[in-house]
């Protein structure tokens, strides 16, 4: 099999849309914007959901499922909200289609049309609010920690597969509680947990911190974000949890009666990740010859090939193979043995280094002569010939070392493009060259923000929790500031 | 508690209403049409999912997505399919909101008109046929087995929490194949494996046979269906599964070549379950005190009710509790201890009556001093004390007691309420004295079948596949018939 993808340093944003379609992991449909997740893309996402929502029960949360559709009045509720998401949403209007009387097509029926339009969810905080007034009266009502996997509508005008589209696949959770630190603890929760999951399962280091005035959430008090970096030099936001404060209990009229018979707004978070996800995953570690999946999120995290001429050897090498699987499958490994008889050995090779199988084990006639196997590492493309005896042991602990590996490959990667800077010379100069996060002291203002933002298209992708307490001077305006921030230009 | 459930003699809807509403299962949203599933619906509807989602995977079938949005023009396509789904169709018209100049709401933007509307997907054989044709070439790309998690609009003018509503929720598998006989076997391979998951793990027994032309799914050469009977005599279609012959391959044109280099249109098969399945478990088993889960898609089987005055018997009482609680979950048996202090035990039981939980085991005072445990079973509601060393294998077996005495009751209850009948006035009579499956001899005309179904309601819910050959006359007309089908009222 020929190179098929464009190469990253040629042309980073093709060689990213090339491996999505050449892997099969999704492709462009027919309607704007939307895309179709194939088989293989889709049984990572699976993976994803299948993680995070163990992980989400764990801390107690429960999966609910609310309408598709938000009545249009809904969304005027909360002022900022609805600013944000009224310019691009897909807005039904009709329910029925008629023939069309002058041709052999269909049209839309005018008489069937709803007295009141339905927009498809960008996001469900105020159908969910308003229904969360009828399950919340008492103390006894809260916390309440509802999840929701579902699909969302943003009408976005520049799409790009798994990165933004127009429809995408996510979890969105909202609670309630009766304190304004309970609410926070639980945002802040959230963040922990989309670290843990993108960190460790992922391998993708995170920097988590707040959202500046202009980057929040429309509606939130304060959002917390989850920034990743990618191959480019360009930032990714990962996931976001926000505190809502009480601005969603105003907007729908929610209180809850305490202990002592006193009524008050609830406080509410909401949070997400979403599909974006698969496409993070594919530009954090991947290289020119294809994906580079972390064992714990690859479907496939073994594939046997078999070399052979004959049926005598083929049936041999199976004996063996099956084997193999069998002992790998017992301690929750998840092989493929690609016996196919239609494919060359180097096609599947070439197939499976492209859809970034962890480990690929090749057993041939003189492996069976010598009992051995020949051990090959998708990350880092070593080859290792192994005895059969041994190999259980030694896969469970590859795979470890490979996502440990992958880890620590894209930590330091991270880490050698965070610079910091002092002077606006440097920060153009840096971003011109090398991109990256860069560390910078800030005024403050969303006035110099946007400035910053207008002339260099880096925008300030948090506040660093973890950051420490630093005097300095804003690059931009030389007004005092006490701690550095976190500039990229984003995805 | 006091009884909270309309008596199913009564008024069975009522009933079936009230106890959707107070055990918690789902509500009425704001936007007609639509439920929200609330979180113990939900997961029940995740125990089903996570049970067909490992039978399809074990049969050859993935997971993919495809987009919500269907060109209205796609539609059009297939004749048949188009004439049934035009008329109640939620349609995209416009991808922008406005401030309305004279006012302070939102309306609709007119400058942002789509070209072409969108339709919500009211089933996907359109969009997915589309994109076969790029996904089919050659023999080598079949079969071609996907499956899809998603939800799905049909704008219903009277809709019924999950037996009917304007949003579902579905898998549909649709597969490609080279032959007829391969596409016909793979319609039957669901039909059985529908069959399976609804008699083993729903704890309801079945009956399999074809649809008739007026009955069929529109775009389909053959349908398949699973039907169920309620236990007021009504019949609900549980599944469905389509033999699609080649016309949605013709109207996207989806060909592939053969080993000797021909072209041939592809063979086609779709079928589907949905979120509906929720409500026939509830209308299926459950009386007037609350739900009847079957252990196998219950979320809580077991509950432990602590009964106690003051801490120190609650702390001894807990020590048994969670002891149990930890043999049990070793055993994949899924526990709650319910040791909340703001609910009184009677008040508890009640509670897990309504909710369906199959066991309750209930720990007081005199069992700590006896070594025992009062153990309730929710299917037949009786009581008994046993000591609390048999307790795990007690559990174990009599979880798959409760999972087999539901079917058996069911089962029961289906064969008693279903009645062969050889004349019409009888057919009139049973119908409108007992309701049920009723047996009769039919001419094959899908005249006959309008007549009798506007005369009486009934509709031909399908012509049983292990139905034997039997000369007789049609109820009817008189005309012969050699085989029964299956008349009822149904949902």
Redesign the interface.
């Known amino acids: 099999m020929a190179k098929v993808l464009t190469k990253r340093e040629d042309n980073y944003a093709q060689w990213y849309n090339d491996l999505v379609i050449k892997a099969d992991l999704a492709?462009n449909?027919?309607?704007r914007g939307?895309?179709?997740?194939?088989?293989y893309g889709?049984?990572i996402?699976?993976k994803i959901q299948a993680e995070l929502d163990r992980m989400l029960k764990a801390t107690g949360h429960?999966?609910?499922?609310?309408?598709?559709?938000?009545?249009?009045?809904?969304?005027?509720r909360e002022a900022e909200h609805?600013k944000e998401f009224?310019?691009?949403?897909?807005?039904?209007?009709?329910?029925?289609?008629?023939k069309d009387p002058d041709g052999?097509?269909?049209i839309?029926d005018e008489n069937a049309k709803l007295e009141e339009?339905?927009?498809?969810r960008p996001t469900s905080e105020t159908?969910i609010w308003?229904?969360f007034k009828?399950w919340i009266q008492s103390y006894?009502d809260l916390p309440l920690l509802?999840n929701q996997w579902?699909?969302v509508?943003r009408?976005e005008m520049r799409t790009r597969l798994f990165l933004r589209t127009s429809?995408f696949?996510w979890q969105e959770g909202h609670t309630a509680h009766a304190t304004r630190e309970e609410a926070i603890e639980e945002t802040e929760k959230i963040v922990n947990l989309y670290t843990d999951f993108i960190e460790n399962y992922m391998g993708i280091p995170v920097i988590k911190g707040l959202k500046s005035e202009n980057e929040k959430f429309a509606g939130a008090v304060d959002t917390y974000a989850i920034e990743t970096l990618m191959q480019d030099g360009k930032a990714l936001q990962a996931g976001t949890s926000h505190f809502l404060g009480q601005n969603f209990a105003r907007a729908f009229d929610v209180k809850f009666t305490d202990k002592n018979g006193k009524q008050h707004l609830v406080w509410a978070t909401s949070w997400g990740v979403s599909s974006r996800l698969v496409g993070a995953l594919v530009m954090a570690h991947s290289d020119d010859n294809g994906l580079i999946l972390p064992p714990n999120l690859a479907p496939i995290q073994v594939v046997i090939v078999p070399i052979y001429k004959g049926n005598d050897e083929l049936e041999k090498i199976s004996g063996v193979a099956e084997q193999i699987k069998e002992n790998l499958t017992k301690n929750g490994i998840s092989v493929k043995y690609d016996d196919r008889d239609?494919q060359k050995p180097g096609w599947k090779f070439a197939e499976y280094e492209l859809k970034g199988v962890p480990v690929r084990i090749a057993v041939g006639p003189r492996d069976i002569a010598n009992g051995t196997v020949e051990i090959a590492r998708r990350d880092i493309l070593t080859k290792e010939v192994i005895r059969q005896e041994n190999i259980t042991d030694h896969i469970v602990n590859l795979l470890k070392d490979i996502q440990a590996g992958i880890f620590i490959k894209a930590r330091k990667f991270r880490d050698e493009n965070t610079h910091k800077v002092d002077t606006y010379e440097d920060f153009k100069r840096i971003l011109r060259e090398k991109g990256g996060f860069i560390l910078a002291h800030w005024d403050g203002t969303s006035e110099t923000e946007k400035k910053i933002s207008k002339e260099t298209k880096a925008t300030i992708r948090c506040i660093p929790l973890d950051g420490k307490q630093e005097k300095g001077k804003c690059i931009y305006t030389g007004k005092p500031s006490n701690k550095r921030v976190v500039f990229a230009i984003a995805y």
Chains 1, 2 share one sequence.
């Open positions: 492709e449909s027919p309607v939307c895309m179709i997740i194939k088989p889709y049984a996402w699976e429960s999966n609910a499922y609310f309408p598709l559709f938000i009545p249009k009045s809904f969304f005027s609805v009224a310019k691009e949403c897909a807005i039904v209007t009709h329910y029925r289609l008629k052999k097509g269909l839309v339009e339905l927009i498809i159908i308003h229904t009828n006894r509802i579902a699909n509508v009408w429809e696949l239609t």
